[in-house]
């Protein structure tokens, strides 16, 4: 699988050749577009993170050893960013996810872009994702102790 | 005479600048507007040359200050035609004006059983200080009800009047519909019962006369920084008689008289309510606001704005797949609108790297959106410094918006 930050760097040399915002948000709006809808199971206040404007659900299974997110919005903008996270975040072990610093999203200037109140939801989303990862470490490593 | 917009727009630094390389169209002005250079030079000049605590000394710069202090209060006793300057109380805002009625009115006149009437359109600063203050007393809070257009039902005011309600609070302009309620009517129908009225003012001021005495309400109330002054002043008006009666709703520094440990006589109106040094520096830069206000002419904003919300009506109502909230027949210029199968947050983020400031949310009116069963949705609001071609770049950039997320 792709290392980690060149992901990261790819989708920050992908947003660099737009020079306008408009064309950011259309290329958002296409990938919020592409991204699944997330099954009705999860869409409800359970899997809500809180600190989001918009409504955004997430929820993580651990497939042989890595993470699937689903994730979803009511927004298609912010719905463009989960589907970023989820491109990056998908497929990782727990370990990878905790360990990696996230740079794209200060690389393609979203967060200057979103106002104070988006970019805290956009930091609840990545914590949450980190939450998931540490709560499959724990479960893991439980699981190990046991055998 | 009408308006020169273009040389009004002159007096506002900061309609000059330029937003993500387009030029600022600045549609947020119910949340807050713009301060003429006037008012900005005020300000400053007071930092620079004039600064002192009022009331206290009797230096040079304190006697100065102090007179400009109790001027800006003539200023604005003039502005809404009160019978007397001790009828103005400078407050923290629109929202420290509400807390402190709530507080002293609440103290003197209402108690266990008894009923506050709002109604379903007020700002939650015209709400929650009246929730407070009837848990603290044991009191009910009663709603008035609007209809689809979102004009108040006043056929449901006299079974809502009753002999246990103490007080009537309403919006004089509804900050996320739009609507200019008759508040002539409510205040005729309350006072044939003897029930004294409050009126929030705080999306009113800025768009045409107010005359209190006219309206003969009890209490009346606005902010600075909505009606072009500084932001953290702000003004409560209440009849002479009313405020005589009330206790004051905060001790400390210049409302008091004698203080002794064995208790304190409190200083007269309208120094009873202004507990510490007061912000005299907004209070002053608020007169300027509205010297500036006369100086273009108050009639002739009111006529410009009527123009201006024909325009923006009709030019809304001709988008497709855009339903407006709130088509109140007496109205401000501030519109509410959703667009079809659009998150008000997808178009509120294209507008804004239009250069477009629009507020989307629930406008800190929950029981407007509960009403609408809705989230919230994207308010334009305007005042005389905006244009009829900032208007058709506001229609132009729904229209785009709608394409991209369509």
Known sequence: MTDFNEIQQDIVEEFSVFEDWLDRYNYLIELGNDLPTIDPQYRTSEYLINGCQSKVWLHADLVDGKLEFKADSDAIIVKGIVALLVKLMNGRTPAEIMENELFFIDGIGLRQNLSPTRSNGLLAMVKKMRLYAMAYQVKEQKTKNHE | ?406
């Open chain 2, 1 to 406: 005479m009408g308006l020169n917009i273009e040389q009004i727009r002159n007096d506002f630094p900061i309609l000059q600048q330029q937003v993500y390389n387009k030029p600022l169209i600045y549609m947020d002005n119910g949340a807050t507007t713009h301060k003429p250079q006037v008012v900005i030079d005020t300000v400053r000049e007071i930092q620079e040359k004039q600064n002192s605590s009022i009331h206290r000394g009797i230096h040079y710069l304190s006697e100065q200050m102090t007179s400009r202090y109790e001027a800006a209060r003539e200023t604005v006793r003039a502005f809404i035609n009160a019978a007397s300057s001790q009828e103005i109380i400078f407050t923290s805002g629109a929202t420290g004006s509400v807390n402190a009625v709530a507080f002293s009115f609440g103290e003197k006149y209402v108690s266990d059983g008894d009923e506050i009437l709002i109604s379903e359109m007020e700002h939650h600063s015209n709400i929650v200080p009246w929730q407070m203050l009837c848990e603290r007393k044991g009191a009910q809070l009663k709603v008035i009800p609007f209809d689809e257009n979102g004009e108040l039902q006043l056929d449901r005011l006299d079974d809502l009047l009753t002999d246990k309600t103490r007080i009537v609070a309403l919006t004089h302009a509804s900050n996320s519909l739009g609507t200019i309620n008759p508040v002539k009517e409510v205040i005729r129908r309350a006072h044939e019962r003897e029930i004294p009225v409050l009126l929030d003012g705080a999306q009113m001021v800025q768009h045409g006369a107010v005359d209190v005495r006219e309206l003969d309400c009890d209490f009346y109330l606005f902010s600075s920084h909505k009606i072009f002054g500084p932001t953290g002043s702000g003004v409560l008006y209440g009849k002479e008689a009313l405020l005589e009666e009330l206790p004051p709703y905060q001790g400390g520094g210049d409302m008091v008289d004698q203080v002794t440990f064995e208790g304190t006589t409190y200083n007269t109106l309208p120094f009873k309510f202004e507990a510490g040094t007061s912000n005299y520096t907004g209070a002053i830069g608020l007169a300027t606001a509205l010297d500036y206000l006369h100086s273009v002419g108050i009639e002739e904003i009111g006529r410009y704005e009527q123009e201006l919300i024909r325009h923006t009506m009709e030019k809304l109502k001709g988008v497709d797949r855009l339903k407006i909230y709130g088509e109140a027949k007496h109205r401000i210029s501030v519109f509410s609108f959703l667009l079809e199968n659009i998150h008000p947050y997808d178009a509120d983020m294209i507008l804004d790297k239009m250069g477009i400031a629009v507020r989307t949310g629930t406008h800190c009116t929950q029981p407007v959106m509960d009403h609408f069963g809705i989230s919230g949705t994207i308010r334009a609001s305007l005042v005389f410094y905006n244009t009829m071609e900032e208007v058709d770049q506001l229609v132009e950039g729904i229209h785009r918006t709608i394409q991209m997320l369509s």
